[in-house]
């Protein structure tokens, strides 16, 4: 083989080294960019949402002060839950974003290959926990949503099942702690976590209340009635003394 063949040969070869060098690290920041991604957009798509319910709360309700106050309060809760799953991807998105660091920065793509492995249960245990967190988010939602129909003491219980919802949400907290941590404990605390909201029952609370709320007033509608009743019995029975009386003062008379 002629010696220009031979760089010519050369040349290629380190040609296709650099190449498969320079896209191997690209490829790997293109997976943590696009997991990022994933991530917020999927949080701020279910913020989004929520931020609908509360146009429609102020569209839809009487501009009346205690209906004011519920999408107030509606919106407040929409506020909490962005700071919510905001906490929920905090550790995924710090490793994530530690991997696009390494990967401007390393001479060589296997050093940031195991960081990116790293990120993996973190992101997977970060849906697990934004799960547990929007779905005790939907009941303080629905129950906000409904409560303008329901008596006043129905509100109560919203406010009883968001307070609920907080100490779930700190179960969460805690447990994507424990993950960036590696403790141990993580599983069984997000385990406990999302047994906790699945505790938190919204229907029957507001249902619970509602119902009080209608059987106080039946009975003092039937307090009222019997009232009546009591009236009418002693404005007869006054009538027939009446009568006995001027029965009497006629028998004295004959």
Do not use: W, Y
Request: charged letters at 30%; aromatic letters at 0%; glycine letters at 8%.
């Amino acid at each position: 083989m002629s010696a220009r063949k031979s760089c010519a040969f050369a040349l290629l070869f380190a040609l296709g080294c650099s190449s498969q060098t320079n896209t191997e690290p690209a490829s790997e920041a293109s997976r943590a960019g696009t997991a990022l991604q994933a991530i917020s957009a999927h949080d701020e798509e279910k913020v989004a949402q929520c931020g609908h319910a509360v146009t429609r709360c102020e569209e839809q309700l009487p501009d009346a002060a205690p209906h004011v106050a519920i999408c107030e309060r509606l919106a407040q809760h929409c506020d909490e839950l962005q700071q919510h799953l905001s906490e929920v991807r905090e550790h995924a998105v710090g490793c994530l974003n530690g991997v696009l660091a390494c990967q401007e920065t390393a001479s060589e793509q296997a050093e940031c290959s195991r960081d990116l492995t790293a990120c993996e249960p973190l992101q997977a245990g970060a849906e697990e926990d934004r799960a547990t967190v929007v779905a005790c988010s939907d009941k303080v939602e629905a129950c906000l949503t409904r409560v303008a129909s329901l008596p006043d003491a129905a509100a109560g219980s919203c406010e009883n099942l968001a307070a609920a919802c907080e100490r779930v949400n700190e179960l969460v907290a805690q447990t994507g702690r424990e993950r960036a941590q590696g403790d141990e404990h993580a599983n069984e605390h997000a385990r406990q976590a999302h047994d906790a909201m699945q505790g938190v029952d919204a229907d029957d609370d507001v249902d619970d209340d509602a119902d009080d709320d209608a059987d106080d007033v039946g009975d003092a509608g039937d307090q009222g009635q019997n009232q009546g009743r009591d009236r009418v019995d002693a404005g007869a029975a006054g009538a027939g003394k009446s009568g006995q009386s001027h029965a009497d003062v006629d028998d004295v008379d004959d």
